[in-house]
Nanobody, 127 residues
Framework: QVRLVESGGGLVQAGGSLRLSCAAS????????MGWFRQAPEKEREFVAA????????FYADSVKGRFAISRDNAKNTMYLQMNSLKPEDTAIYYC????????????????????WGQGTQVTVSS
């Protein structure tokens, strides 16, 4: 069984930075894409960023472009999300996810394309 575990969340002031990590453990598995999503109270889960695991291509939601950076370390089986210039509207539970089957083209931002999820880590940005 594959397990994804997020870490690195916390409380930070607006303008600050945090680095989230997502460590994969368990049996070896193929992943085509890994991504970060977030969910604020009473809102739907929304796409933040994704990375094509083998080739490293990255994709971002417009709301985080230029502020967040997704990366991965194959050797450590870990994905990261560097979040800079944080805003109060970035407050949410952040989830990492993996697509172990090829996602449909153009649909990387849809949670339905990912079949393995972590438990989430809380990020709170104070004003």
């Amino acid at each position: 069984q594959v397990r994804l575990v997020e870490s690195g969340g916390g409380l930070v002031q607006a303008g600050g930075s945090l680095r989230l990590s997502c460590a994969a453990s368990g049996r070896a598995f193929s992943r085509y894409v890994m991504g970060w999503f977030r969910q604020a109270p009473e809102k739907e889960r929304e796409f933040v960023a994704a990375i094509m695991w083998n080739i490293g291509s990255t994709f971002y939601a417009d709301s985080v472009k230029g502020r967040f950076a997704i990366s991965r370390d194959n050797a450590k089986n870990t994905m990261y999300l560097q979040m800079n210039s944080l805003k109060p509207e970035d407050t949410a539970i952040y989830y990492c996810a993996a697509a172990t089957t090829p996602p449909l083209a153009g649909l990387l931002a849809r949670p339905s394309q990912y079949d393995t999820w972590g438990q989430g880590t809380q990020v709170t940005v104070s004003s």
